[in-house]
């Protein structure tokens, strides 16, 4: 059985910055992702790492301004945001893919395990 639990999140100033945590239990070789649903609004994908961190993926409102990445000796995915604004503002959940361990996807259907999600709120 695998299991996702995130951390890392918290009340941040704008501009600031926070890394999410993932930690992993059960099957944990496999492509991540991190997404991010705020009040009223739909989960979206942000970013995504395959298993051995040679390939990522982000999404046009995070990139540049994230870094997604993992190590597979603590079975543990990270999200690194800087130069956050009010709106990442959201619960931020990751997510484990059994099926696609070459590729990121961007669709939260393809992902079989969610972690419980981490609140990131960032003031103005």
């Known amino acids: 059985q695998v299991q996702l639990v995130e951390s890392g999140g918290g009340l941040v100033q704008a501009g600031g910055s926070l890394r999410l945590s993932c930690a992993a239990s059960g099957r944990t070789s496999s492509t991540m992702g991190w997404f991010r649903q705020a009040p009223g609004k739909e989960r979206e994908f942000i970013a995504g790492i395959n298993w051995s961190g040679s390939n990522t993926r982000y999404a046009d409102s995070v990139k540049g301004r994230s870094t997604i990445s993992r190590d597979n000796a603590e079975n543990t995915v990270y999200l690194q945001m800087n130069s956050l604004k009010p709106e990442d503002t959201a619960v931020y959940y990751c997510?484990?893919?059994?099926?696609?361990?070459?590729?990121?996807?961007?669709?939260?259907?393809?992902?079989?395990?969610w972690g419980q999600g981490t609140q990131v709120t960032v003031s103005s």
């Open positions: 997510a484990l893919d059994l099926r696609h361990p070459l590729v990121a996807p961007s669709s939260e259907r393809e992902y079989d395990y």
